[in-house]
């Protein structure tokens, strides 16, 4: 079952950020012996793909640290981030690796359904940061959104090497991750509610 908890954890990362998951396994396939991608993912590690990858990678890391084009990126991922999610559940799940020497056969195909489940898992992390970023943006005045990137970046790169090394490990930072999110979030919106300015009605 680990290399089911190897694919969801890429997946999740996919979901913070498209590229970093792909390049990772791609990266550790072609120039390091802690994963064998089989046969069907061989292509991950091809020169070119990293190069693309890698181009690609840098312009969101740009984008992505922009108040307000920021959202307009996240918007335009809403498609690339659960399809990279797809295909980062897919080699990974059915890749050999420092711990999963054996993948089970549901996984160690290019099925369809692990495909599913890798877009599904991506969307959500995308979905909260979707959702979170413009909360950051209005209630930091913009200044939090290369902040709030930065901390994505370097989660998702954490979590690609954990799946692929410790995926417990890599699953545990997840969930983690997922309940600071959620209580930033509230206490974000908190604050921005008293920043409104909203007073107690009292009666004349």
């Known amino acids: 079952m680990l290399e089911i908890v190897t694919g969801l954890s890429l997946a999740a990362a996919a979901g913070l950020n498209a590229y970093i998951p792909l390049l990772g396994i791609g990266l550790l396939a072609r120039f390091t012996p802690v994963i064998d991608l089989p046969d ?37 991922q809403t498609i690339i981030r659960p399809t990279s999610g797809g295909l980062v559940f897919s080699a990974g799940s059915a ?39 413009p909360v950051v943006n209005l209630t930091t005045g913009g200044a939090g959104a290369g902040v709030m990137s930065a901390i994505e970046d370097i989660a998702a790169v954490i979590v690609t090497i954990l799946a692929v090394v410790v995926p ?29 300015g909203q007073q107690p009605i009292t009666e004349s």
């Open 40 to 76: 069907a993912w061989s292509w991950i590690a091809n020169e070119w793909v990293l190069g693309i990858l890698g181009i690609l990678l840098v312009v969101e890391l740009v984008v992505d640290k922009v108040p307000a084009l920021d959202s307009v990126n996240d918007v335009l």
């Open 95 to 133: 890749s050999d690796t420092v711990a999963v020497t054996d993948p089970e056969a549901f996984v160690n195909s290019a099925a369809f359904w692990p495909f599913v489940i890798g877009v599904v898992i991506a969307l959500v992390p995308h979905i909260f940061k979707l959702v979170a970023r």
């Open 168 to 196: 417990l490990l890599a699953l545990a930072m997840i969930v983690g991750c997922i309940i600071l999110m959620v209580r930033a979030i509230r206490k974000m919106r908190k604050r921005r509610a008293a920043r409104s």
